[in-house]
């Protein structure tokens, strides 16, 4: 199938070039010319483990090809995604959606043949109406459905082609058919395929964010309960996840929720059912709680260090909201790493995926290329990012001052072994045997 994805960021970029390697003609489109100049010279703009490859030799095969030529991208093409941004307005809670409409407006003003209009966006229940009410003039020219996207950054080409389920949502039932040729190969290895309405599908996106970061956030909330009544939260997330009802994952204490997608979503869930004065009292409390997550772990370092942060040295490992990606989008580094700074306190920091353009102008914060050189001298180090290098680190080789502290916000070491080689360790949700 010819296929053209508006947007090449995390989601359109690994979609289509995995729609590339299962045959299909793929044009990804971007308005970012920098973005494509860096496609068609063989390199991907985003880190994301197998893409680099996967792009090469879907390039070179002419499957697979880059443009800043929207008009030309559209009149080639059977099947549009819309795989643009959809981040929550300044000061509201609300889905800031003028990338999707100005990409529906431009489909209309390009397009000559009758095309079949997707939108992978996380979008409202109810965008793709209004998709529908801008392309009204030539309405039977289009068909808009839903397919919204549910792949996670850092293992994002397996779950491309191994997606739990595939939702397909819309109101024009012949589209159905073609939606499941065009993923045939991944329902053949037991995907679900789930057709919906197409607001159905819109909102079964918000609803599963929700509910993970819901997951995420009780967790969270039942590990501060477990340091004051000297429970193990692996011992109770272990027990609870065992029951088939709850399931063992999202289940795991650390710090605030983060990335692309539970920040914005959770607030965008809420702001659309508001629209139909429906009080979703849960997600606003998960929002609540999550905010106030990064201050409390923020008071903790505090507390660790004492009250005076003044040239305290504080390494942080990792500062992506998860490991495998270079998204910093709502991680909890860029609430944490500032404040600190700001109270005096002289950061380094060491992220596998590299320096991060946000902490540049940060005065005191400093970007160093390895483990070592990043923890040499720290008072306190400060394990955020769970990436596969942080798993199993020699600290008392690592670091050799003799007053070592560390904040494991992941929970990866063992507190009894820090405790047998005299270092102070702090973790989350687990009783404080230093
Ligand atoms: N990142 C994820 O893990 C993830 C997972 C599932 C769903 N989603 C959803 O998918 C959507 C895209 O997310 P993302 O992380 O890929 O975003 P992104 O910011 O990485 O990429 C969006 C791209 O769209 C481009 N763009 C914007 N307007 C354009 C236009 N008019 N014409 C051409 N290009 C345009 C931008 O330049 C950018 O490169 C969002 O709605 C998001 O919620 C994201």
Redesign the pocket.
């Known amino acids: 199938m010819k296929l053209c994805m ?7 970029l690994v979609s289509g070039t995995c729609f590339a390697d299962i045959g299909n003609e793929v044009v990804c ?4 010319e920098k ?1 494509i100049k860096k496609l068609n010279q063989g390199s991907s703009p ?1 880190y994301e483990p197998g893409l680099d490859e996967l792009i090469k030799k879907n390039f070179l095969a002419k499957r697979l090809r880059f443009t800043t030529n ?1 008009k030309d991208a559209i009149n080639s093409s059977d099947i549009i995604f819309i ?4 981040p929550t307005k300044k000061g509201s809670l609300k889905v800031d959606l003028s ?1 999707v409409f ?2 529906t407006k ?1 489909i209309l003003r390009f397009s000559k043949k009758k095309k079949i209009i997707v939108t ?4 409202p229940v109810g965008t793709g109406d209004e998709i529908e009410k801008i392309l009204k003039k030539r309405k039977k020219n289009f068909s808009i459905i839903s397919n ?6 850092g293992e ?1 080409i397996r779950d491309f082609r191994y997606p739990d389920r595939i939702v397909i949502g819309s109101n024009d039932k012949n589209v159905f058919k073609i939606m499941k040729k065009l993923y045939l190969p991944s329902i053949n290895k037991g995907t679900k395929f789930i057709t919906t309405t197409r607001r159905g599908a819109e909102l079964i996106k918000y609803a599963s964010n929700a509910f993970l970061a819901t997951k995420i956030t009780f967790i969270n909330e039942v590990a501060n309960l477990c340091e004051k009544s000297g429970v193990n939260i692996e011992d109770v997330s272990l027990g609870m996840g065992s029951d088939n009802r709850i399931g063992s994952r999202f289940l795991r204490a650390g710090p605030a929720y983060g ?3 539970f920040p ?2 959770t607030k965008g869930l809420v702001s659309a059912a508001d629209k139909y004065k429906i009080n979703l009292s849960v997600v606003k409390s998960v929002i609540k709680s999550n905010q106030e997550r990064v201050n409390l772990l923020t008071q903790r370092i505090h507390k660790i260090l004492g009250s005076n942060l003044k040239n305290k040295k504080i390494s942080f490992l990792g500062v992506t909201f998860k490991p495998n990606t270079d ?1 910093m989008r709502d991680s909890t580094s860029l609430k944490m790493i500032p404040y600190l700074c700001k109270k005096g306190a002289k950061v380094n920091y060491y992220d596998p995926s590299g320096e991060k353009k946000e902490f540049k102008k940060i005065k005191n914060c400093k970007y160093t290329k390895n483990i070592k050189s990043n923890c040499s001298g720290a008072d306190l180090i400060v394990l955020l990012t769970e990436w596969d290098e942080f798993k199993s680190l020699d600290f008392k080789k690592i670091v050799k001052n003799g007053k070592l502290k560390i904040y494991d916000l992941r929970n990866l070491y063992s507190a009894e072994e820090m405790k047998k080689n005299k270092i102070k360790y702090f973790s989350v949700g687990r009783p404080n045997i230093n």
């Open positions: 508006i947007g090449t960021g995390y989601v359109g489109v971007d308005k970012d973005k985003i929207l795989c643009v941004g959809t990338f100005k990409c431009d992978k966006s996380t979008v919204p996207e549910f792949l996670r950054e994002a990335g692309s997608c914005k979503d998204d």
